[in-house]
């Protein structure tokens, strides 16, 4: 089957949205909305598969909702021309993902790193949507047989398996597959991870060998993006760095994590790449560098805070967007769905 080329990615409302969730991904969600049809998901569902105490409870997690949906529209996202919703609202992840689960292979989803990290040492202890998180993020994907996926680097092993699911779901289901028309037994297509940039991942302020991320202890880990310019300039001011000068060339960056992760920010930032912006700052002394890379954040981050800000006030207008989204997107998904059931042999309404 020749696949339409159609877009998908989603984000987690589990609060501090951080600079890597802008640079990593957000950033390429609003550049592909020129070249492509959208999906934009916040993904309420897998925000539960950790502990309350990650997620926030309910009144937590439908606050995030609103403020992840804000981060989307501030940073540019048009909800009219593409589609903006939260996945609980769509019935259909939850169904694709029970057929998925019969999919996957247990042994796949074990080698998963990011279950490792997030289990820890108590595995017996870690929900079953924790493990089962990937095959959820397939089941989004797949639902709207979406071709490309911007995602920050951190993502990729959960590419491949949704591209796993994928090829599996069609040769299970091959012959069933061609007798329901589609001669090439293509029914999913295989979704293209796309990590562009020089941010795909942005390290912890404090230690650029961690990756910044929404659940480090220390604030000043991250910038938030509802961060204020004063904060800004404080955690870059205290972001740990080593005491030699910036490198003229990229290739010094390669042992110096530190400065690595601060020039990727600013070329991500200004929208160059690395070696530009050492042609700039090379040779010099952090302490410049840094006050120009506060100057940038705040020029790039303080519009967006501010218009996050006006739109977390109206929760009724957030709200009708998620709405309008997800009709839009279950037309796609249910269509979707009816086919799939066909596949599988599953009786349903003529
Ligand atoms: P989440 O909310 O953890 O992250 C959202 C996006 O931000 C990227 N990201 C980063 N990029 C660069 N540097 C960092 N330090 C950094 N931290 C996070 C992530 O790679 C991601 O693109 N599992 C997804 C959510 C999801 C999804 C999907 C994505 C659910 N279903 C379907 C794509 C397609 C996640 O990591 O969310």
Known sequence: MAFVERVF???QPTGNLHLGNYLGAIVNFV?????????YCVVDMHALTQGIDVWGGPTELARNTREVTAAFLAAGIDPKKHIVFNQSQVAGHAELTWIFNCVARIGW???MTQFKEKAGKDRENASVGLY?????MAADILLYHATHVPVGEDQKQHLELSRDIAQKFNNDFADSIRAHGIADGLFF???EPMITGPATRVMSLRDGTKKMSKSDASDYS?????DDADTIAQKI???KTDPEPLPTEEKGLETRPEADNLVGIFAALSGRSKQQVLSDFGGGQFSAFKNALVELCVVKLAPIASEMKRLVADPGHVDAILVDGANRAREIAEANMVKTKD????VRKA
């Open 31 to 39: 550049k592909m909305q020129e070249t492509h049809n959208c999906i």
């Open 109 to 111: 989803l074990s080698r």
């Open 9 to 11: 990615s989603g984000v």
């Open 222 to 226: 991250r910038i938030n993006l509802t």
């Open 343 to 346: 596949i599988v042999g599953f």
């Open 132 to 136: 089962d998180y990937p095959v959820l």
């Open 189 to 191: 297509p295989l979704p």
């Open 237 to 239: 001011r205290k972001a």
